[in-house]
C-alpha cells in the first residue's frame, strides 16, 4: 500500500502544494494529511498512519521537514521504519530515500577469503555508516533551515516589511526594495523550482541580477513558501510592493 504523508504547522498555511506533489508521482496514494507541529509522536493523522504501516508499504513525503524537522527524532524514526520493512520517499531528497539506503548497504565489497578481508570489512562498515551519514544530515540540515526561518520571519519584523518600512538600524540591516519583491515574483512564476520553466542560470539573465543574488533571493522563498505557502508568499510580496517600497 503506497501513503503519503502532508503536514503545515498552522492551519493558514497551504497544504495543496504537497499534496498536488505527491499525486503527480504517486496517483494512488492515500493521503494523511494534518496542520500540527511538534514532535512525531503527538501528531495524530502521523500517529494512525504508523500503526496503519506494514512490512512492504511505501510512505511519500514531499520533504524530508514534513516527516520531521527535529534531526535526532526524525532519524530515529526513519531507523524504525527502515527496520519494520516500510519503503520510505522524499521528493525533494531522493538520495535518502530508503531503496537508496538498502542498495548502500547492499552493495559491499565481496570477501576473498584471505587476509585482505579485515581491511574489506572496514570498508564496508565505513560506506554503511557514510550512507547513514547522508541520512543524518538531511534530517539536520531541515533543522537548521526551520531555525533559521523563525529567527528570520518574527512577526514584528513580518509586519513591518509588509508595510514597507525598514527594521531596525542595525549592521547587516537592508532596505527591502522594489527591485529585490519584483524579482522574487518572477522567480517565484518563472523558476523551474517554483513550478516555471526556466532554469536558473537563463532566468538570472532574464533579471539582470547578480547569481548571489538570485540564490539569496530564492533560498528566502523556498524557505518561507515552506512554511507558509505559495499563495500567502504572493500576497505579501504584493503587499509590499503596493506599499511603494523605495528601491
Known amino acids: 500500500m503506497i501513503y503519503g504523508y502532508c503536514r503545515i504547522s498552522r492551519p493558514q498555511q497551504n497544504i495543496e502544494r504537497q499534496q498536488r506533489n505527491i499525486f503527480k508521482e504517486y496517483p ?51 531507523d524504525e521504519l527502515f527496520d519494520k520493512g516500510v519503503e520510505l520517499v522524499f521528493l525533494k531528497e531522493p538520495h535518502i530515500n530508503t ?9 559491499s565489497v565481496p570477501m576473498t577469503g584471505t587476509a585482505v578481508d579485515v581491511i574489506l570489512l572496514a570498508v564496508n562498515e565505513y560506506l554503511r555508516n557514510l550512507a547513514h551519514t547522508q541520512i543524518q544530515l538531511a534530517f539536520e540540515q531541515s533543522e537548521k533551515e526551520v ?19 525598514r527594521v531596525g538600524n542595525s549592521k547587516g540591516d537592508t532596505l527591502i526594495t522594489r527591485k529585490s519583491l519584483e524579482s522574487k515574483l518572477e522567480i517565484i512564476e518563472k523558476a523551474k523550482a517554483f513550478g516555471g520553466v526556466y532554469p536558473d542560470k537563463d532566468l538570472i539573465k532574464v533579471l539582470g541580477i547578480r547569481p548571489n543574488t538570485y540564490y539569496k533571493y530564492k533560498r528566502e522563498l523556498k524557505a518561507d513558501i515552506e512554511e507558509y505557502g505559495t499563495n500567502h508568499v504572493i500576497t505579501e510580496i504584493t503587499k509590499m510592493l503596493k506599499a511603494k517600497v523605495k528601491g
Not at 531503496?99 to 552493495?107: E, F, M, R
Not at 531555525?147 to 518600512?165: F, V
Open 28 to 78: 494512488t496514494a492515500k493521503l494523511y494529511c494534518e496542520a500540527w507541529t511538534g514532535t512525531t509522536k503527538d501528531r495524530p493523522e502521523w500517529c494512525k498512519l504508523i500503526k496503519t504501516l506494514q512490512k512492504g508499504d511505501t510512505v511519500v513525503f514531499d520533504s524530508v521537514s514534513r516527516m520531521s524537522r527535529n534531526a535526532a527524532e526524525g532519524v530515529k524514526q526513519y
Open 147 to 165: 531555525k533559521d526561518l523563525q529567527q528570520r520571519t518574527s512577526e514584528g519584523i513580518k509586519t513591518a516589511k509588509i508595510n514597507g518600512k
Open 99 to 107: 531503496v537508496t539506503y538498502k542498495q548502500a548497504l547492499n552493495d
